[in-house]
């Protein structure tokens, strides 16, 4: 019988259609040159879900299965390459060196006294409720081959379930790590009886496997793309790459120095910050024909958090912690900001190519610039600098600037020395966004047989970098228990959930008294006219990891507790 064909990009509106089977005609075992160059480890989230069915966790593993046989190197491990090659060049095994029960564990916690799924709903699902060891998946430890591709965890607790999903990062980014989850969701729908039919599974096309495609032609092209890039840092290191082989599984550990808070933004308040912003960019001639609402909130998020990293000016410059620049006030400061280039390539890749494709746009700016502590107009003018050198620096991002990149890694010898960043500049900052997982919300994993298997808040797993920052994405706002939405509000200070009392349903309130800042759904049709945002109801969510002592000086920032509300600090 011939195989379901989906597009996945189709799958939200139920689009199947016939077709033969697509061969595979990808080299499944080759990482390309990005995938060697980016930080060799695992990233992934937690997604929460309402369900109280005791099939649920079978019904993932059912899913997990079928996404295997549509990706068959989700069961790959990775591993070094043999004698001979570039030193420390990865690749991964034929399909099915990994078991599905190493790929998805199942746990319980249930008693008396343990966190409840009503609790994690009540506080907005805090990250640090949810970055404990009950919920992590096992890993080998960093620098173990082989190493596999995909761990996850799925956890019940009283009145639902968390799901954690680590994948390694030279295998995936953050945009096929949003393909995946979309695959294996959408795999739960067609396993109901998973051995019934070997063939029914998802057929990928071809064209979002090949990963050479990045290259954009065969290797003889090297010969235009010689120069050293400017963001490769060539490591002087006398250390041999040496493989090491285990698979033993160890929880995930975290320095005790950082501390990560997890934030929300009223879009509402980003929106007419945007606004704010793009007239003063018009106004000031910044040289930009827009900031985009990611541009304005990088540039918000990066000047805080230089606001906490910066030191009294008479403090001394310390030396290096974690990689980390203790800056002065006027040194100058550089932030990476991830960029997706499967649109920005010649030719483009498919939008949803599953492997790394990310660039990324270094951004310098003054610390006097960066450093704005109120909200007074000559800060905001101060942002909307910022947000125009993002905007800049992304827009360079561009199809030379990246082959030149990839063509010199897939030319080099020792991928040990290789690290992307420019020379001591790693640590300044690094922002990260998955804010265009938005779908995740509105996909249904319980295939009809499973109620409330919708995912209620998506969660980054703990950032175990320092100086680092992830932009989530952005959910509605829910009532504690009816699932409704709701006027509570977040006190910044202490992080406490509470009701705003009296507020009526629709009602954003700041809490910092700033009328302005107060919609009344009355009104939103009044407002459109006028050209002014209206509130969609969600939120923008923000995760960022400092040091201990510079995120009591970011929960100290007047001008982003403008705009954010702690969710959680842990």
């Known amino acids: 019988m011939p195989t379901r ?33 980016v930080p060799r480890g695992y990233f992934g989230e937690t997604l929460c879900f309402p369900c109280t069915d005791d099939r649920f966790y079978e019904l993932l593993r059912n899913g ?17 390459t043999s004698a001979g090659v570039a030193m420390g060049k990865l690749r991964l095994s034929e399909p099915g060196e990994d078991s599905l029960d190493d790929m998805l564990v199942y746990h319980e916690v249930l008693d008396e006294g343990h966190i409840t799924y009503e609790a994690l709903r009540e506080a907005s699902f805090p990250i640090g409720a949810l970055n404990r060891d009950i919920f992590y ?13 995909v761990r996850a965890r799925v956890t019940r607790i009283r009145g639902g379930y968390v799901l954690a999903v680590l994948l390694n990062h030279s295998v995936f980014d953050g945009t096929s790590l949003n393909d995946v989850l979309d695959l294996w969701a959408s795999s739960c729908h067609l396993t109901t009886e998973p051995d019934r039919d070997e063939f029914n599974h998802i057929v990928i096309h071809p064209s979002r496997l090949d990963r050479r495609a990045i290259l954009g032609g065969p290797a003889a092209v090297n010969d ?91 403090t001394p410059r310390l030396t290096k912690c974690f990689g980390v620049r203790r800056m002065r006030h006027d040194d100058t400061w550089t932030t990476g900001i991830a960029v997706n280039v499967r649109s920005r390539l010649d030719p483009a890749l498919p939008p949803d190519w599953l492997g ?161 800042l107060i919609l009344v759904k009355s009104n939103i049709q009044t407002k459109a006219k006028k050209g002014e945002p209206v509130d969609d109801g969600k939120d923008v969510e923000v995760a960022i990891t400092l040091e201990h002592a510079q995120m009591k000086q970011l929960l100290a920032s007047e001008l982003f507790n403008m705009y954010a509300e702690v969710i959680d600090t842990c």
Not at 66 to 76: F, I, N, V, W
Not at 137 to 149: K, M
Not at 409 to 421: E, T
């Open 5 to 37: 064909w989906i597009s996945l990009r189709r799958l939200s509106r139920h689009a199947v259609r016939k077709s033969t089977v697509l061969p595979i005609t990808a080299d499944l075992q080759y990482l390309s040159p990005l995938d060697q160059l």
């Open 356 to 516: 790394n494709a990310l660039g990324v746009a270094w951004v310098n700016i003054p610390g006097h610039t960066l450093r704005s502590a109120d909200g007074s107009i000559e800060s905001l003018a101060k942002i909307a600098r910022v947000a125009a050198a993002i905007r800049k620096g992304i827009t360079e991002v561009d199809d030379k600037k990246f082959k030149n990149l990839v063509h010199y890694v897939d030319g080099h010898d020792d991928f040990c020395r290789l690290r992307w960043r420019p020379v001591d500049k790693m640590f300044d900052f690094y922002i990260t966004s998955w804010a265009g997982q938005s779908s995740m919300y509105s996909k249904e994993w319980g295939a009809g047989a499973v109620e409330n298997a919708k995912c209620e808040a998506i969660r980054c797993l703990m950032l175990v970098l320092p100086s680092i920052a992830c932009i989530l994405p952005p959910r509605e706002r829910l009532a504690a228990s009816t699932g409704e939405h709701t006027g509570n509000d977040v006190d910044s200070a202490k992080g406490d959930v509470r009701k705003s009392g009296g507020t009526d349903v629709g009602k954003e309130t700041s809490v910092n008294g700033d009328d302005s």
């Open 64 to 80: 997990l299965r079928g996404a295997t046989r549509s990706l068959p190197y989700l069961s790959s491990l990775v591993t070094r």
């Open 137 to 149: 998946p096992n890993l080998p430890p960093h620098g173990v081959y082989p190493a596999p591709v």
């Open 224 to 314: 235009k793309y010689i120069a050293k890039p400017s963001d490769i840092y060539l490591e002087v290191s006398d250390k041999e790459c040496k493989p090491r082989s285990s698979l033993h599984s160890e929880p995930v550990t975290v320095p005790v120095d950082l501390s990560t808070t997890l934030y929300k933004i009223p879009s509402i308040k980003l929106a007419r910050l945007k606004m704010q912003i793009n007239n003063l960019t018009t106004r000031l001639d910044l040289g930009v024909d827009f900031v985009s609402t990611n541009d304005v909130l990088c540039a918000l998020i990066w000047s805080a958090a230089t606001f906490a990293k910066t030191p009294d000016p008479s």
